[in-house]
């Protein structure tokens, strides 16, 4: 039996500045369904889906909808396309054997990108030494001066040197 979907819960990686940028694009859409955006993996995603693999969610678009249903990879984007007003006929599109190939391409394509930036490598691929900047490690993003860094807070007065 089909279950109408009322609501739907995108998992995205707050983390990932590709990510970053289409919630702040989908919050800006006229939405059908409502869409609420949730760190995947954050206490607030584990505490409202207990029974989800979580690390995954990191990895790969995750959209949860309001009966419980799962959409991960190019379905995930498929059905956020659907919730959309103005993009609701292209999810109609990417829906069929031949769109779905095109949604999974870019979904592969995005995926690349991400692991690009996640491995270290550089726009040209090549490594450039260092890791990701994460907010847990004192970096933080802003989109007017770009990334800055502000050392944790050392206990005692003591920094381990690295």
């Not at 993009?87 to 779905?100: N, Y």
């Amino acid at each position: 039996m089909r279950v109408p979907v009322r609501g739907l819960t995108v998992l995205y990686d707050a983390e990932c500045s590709l990510c970053a940028f289409v919630r702040d694009w989908l919050v800006r859409q006229r939405q059908l369904v409502p869409l609420e955006l949730v760190p995947a993996g954050s206490e607030q995603a584990r505490r409202r889906f207990p029974g989800l693999d979580h690390g995954s969610s990191l990895e790969e678009v995750t959209v949860v909808g309001d009966a419980g249903q799962v959409y991960r990879g190019a379905a995930a984007w498929i059905v956020v396309l659907w919730a959309l007003r103005e993009h609701r006929p292209l999810a109609h599109r990417l829906s069929t054997p031949a769109g779905a190939r095109l949604a999974r391409g870019a979904v592969l394509a995005a995926a690349k990108w991400r692991g690009r930036r996640w491995n270290g490598a550089g726009e040209d691929g090549a490594k450039w030494g260092g890791g990701v900047y994460r907010r847990g490690d004192g970096w933080s993003y802003d989109r007017r001066v770009g990334w800055t860094y502000d050392a944790p807070g050392c206990d005692g007065g003591a920094c381990p040197t690295g």
